[in-house]
């Protein structure tokens, strides 16, 4: 695949060989794809044991063996990429492999995700112009550890088209929006695209900067007021296409962007969500209970003052009855001391609030009824609702590439680097392993499509639409073999099935070549 997409030509081109090394960086790259991809056990710094078991001739040329993979070569190119631009090389290969492959680019989807990382990281790279390694909010939960957080940009098919790596202090808001910029100078895009980000993204100055003309679907966050009253709005519902959904559609003003917002609900939602009511209920009515206790604690100057302090408390809580508050009074000494006072005792009058815990039944079925509901919204009037949902929904492609990243069957993110030059420059290489396996995952699939034929999956069943970790597998069968007669060597390939051979058919003569004999030749 990597042949196919001419990722090293692109690569020669940009990082051309300078010194007298055996391997062109080109060469270098695609070892760390191989590396990244192989179902290895094997992490960074195990890098020229991987290839002790390959056949290194039949992947980069006569004569290179295991020990010219070694670490020093796999760091000079590291440095020479990020000397180069992480991006830059990244958009480069993606805008030469847009000119032969027609992927499609109408849907944008833009995450971030974190990475956690191991070490100190002081961070003394004398001119900070790299990724800062620190701590952040880390969305694997590891706050123990420092990171860095990629943003990335995907296709309908998850193949992502962008990626840059950021410090990991930095923000989702500020990030999701550069991102979105960048994609919209680097690319070359020629279908109306939607750019589709969640709940992060949505913010009056993120709207205002993009404008009117640059269309988006988003989540908007259930704090906003509009998005909080909709949600529990009495409205009319209208049957979508899509069976299980239904929606009310209405056109909204929100930080002077003109925009569609469309109340969805989903029965397949609202069952789940049912499940989890009685439990979640529980644990927001434990939260009120100690909220309570420190409320009832307080003291107040004057009983106006314990109502106000009442009433919004039970703002925060509009699913319990404000109808049994009481405001109670005492006498206290005015010095602080405690006791009781005595007959000469300066004394002040305070007041506190106390009240049951009881729920409301009527809001409670009002929630009930409800559930199942989200808001989406575009800036896109003519946009129909059921569209809106499918394209969000394909948000879960930028969700899916993060998984893979982190997938410990490939661990394409095994960061063992102290520079964070070259962990700006590796990552680059993670996306560049997922924009392959992609790519190899979306072609193959059009191929069995278009020729009427499949493959068969785990179960013996036969589809159209196998992964390509799956089809990693069945490729794990063949192997090379040699054989040495006299002076002469001869290599050949074993077990090449009938299912193996059909893929690599259908995948087309760059694939096939590195599966079957090659010319005798004396050794």
């Not at 990335?152 to 500020?174: A, C, R, W």
């Not at 009855?321 to 005492?330: E, G, H, N, P």
């Amino acid at each position: 695949m990597i042949d196919e997409l001419g990722i090293s030509a692109v690569i020669d081109e940009a990082l051309p060989k300078t010194r007298d090394h055996i391997l062109p960086h080109s060469k270098v790259v695609t070892a760390m794809l191989l590396n990244g991809l192989g179902f290895n056990e094997r992490r960074l710094y195990f890098f020229s044991r991987f290839f002790t078991n390959l056949s290194t001739e039949q992947l980069f040329g006569p004569g290179v063996t295991p020990e010219h993979l070694n670490d020093d070569v796999l760091l000079r190119t590291l440095d020479r990429i990020y000397d180069y631009g992480t991006t830059d090389l990244f958009n480069r290969i993606v805008m030469n492999v847009m000119k032969k492959f027609q992927f499609g680019t109408h849907l944008l989807h833009a995450d971030t995700t974190s990475f956690s990382v191991h070490g100190d990281y002081d961070n003394e790279d004398e001119d900070f112009q790299t990724i800062q390694i620190t701590y952040g909010h880390n969305k694997d939960l590891r706050w123990d550890l420092k990171q860095f957080v990629l943003s990335m940009v995907t296709n309908q098919h998850g193949i992502p088209l962008f990626t840059q790596p950021y410090s990991g202090n930095e923000s989702d808001k500020k990030i999701l929006l550069e991102t979105i910029q960048k994609v919209k100078q680097n690319l070359n895009l020629e279908d109306k695209a939607y750019y589709v980000a969640d709940s992060a993204f949505y913010t009056g100055p993120n709207l205002q900067t993009l404008g009117q003309h640059t269309f988006w679907i988003s989540h908007p966050p259930a704090t906003i007021d509009e998005v909080k009253t909709l949600l529990v709005a009495d409205v009319p519902m209208v049957h979508g296409g899509e069976e299980g959904y239904s929606f009310h559609e209405r056109l909204v003003n929100y930080a002077g962007i003109e925009q569609k917002w469309v109340l969805v609900h989903s029965e397949k939602r609202r069952a789940a969500s049912e499940k989890k009511y009685p439990k979640n209920l529980d644990k927001r009515l434990e939260k009120a209970r100690k909220s309570l206790k420190k409320l009832r604690s307080k003291e107040f100057a004057c009983e106006p003052d314990a109502q106000m302090a009442a009433r919004l408390w039970f703002d925060d809580y509009p699913y319990l009855s404000a109808d049994k508050i009481q405001i109670l009074s005492r006498t206290k000494k005015n010095n602080g001391k405690k006791g009781r006072p005595g007959k000469d005792d300066s004394v002040v009058t305070v007041f506190s609030v106390d009240s049951p815990i009881e729920i409301i039944p009527e809001v409670i079925e009002r929630e009930i009824a409800r559930l199942g509901r989200f808001v989406l919204t575009t800036n896109d009037l003519d946009l129909d609702a059921d569209s809106i949902l499918k394209y969000y929904k394909g948000q879960q492609s930028v969700e899916r590439g993060f998984r893979f990243l982190k997938d410990k069957s490939f661990r394409v993110a095994e960061v063992f680097l102290k520079k964070e030059s070259r962990i700006e420059a590796l990552s680059m290489i993670m996306v560049l392993c997922l924009f392959v396996y992609a790519i190899a995952e979306w072609y193959l699939r059009s191929r069995l499509k278009e020729t009427g034929t499949t493959v068969n999956n785990q179960l013996k069943k036969p589809i159209q639409n196998p992964t390509m970790k799956w089809i990693f597998t069945l490729f794990m069968r063949p192997a090379e073999v040699t054989v040495a007669l006299n002076s002469h060597i001869q290599r050949f390939i074993v077990n090449l099935d009938e299912e193996v051979t059909h893929i690599l058919e259908l995948m087309g003569p760059s694939f096939e070549k590195y599966y079957f004999v090659r010319p005798t030749r004396e050794m």
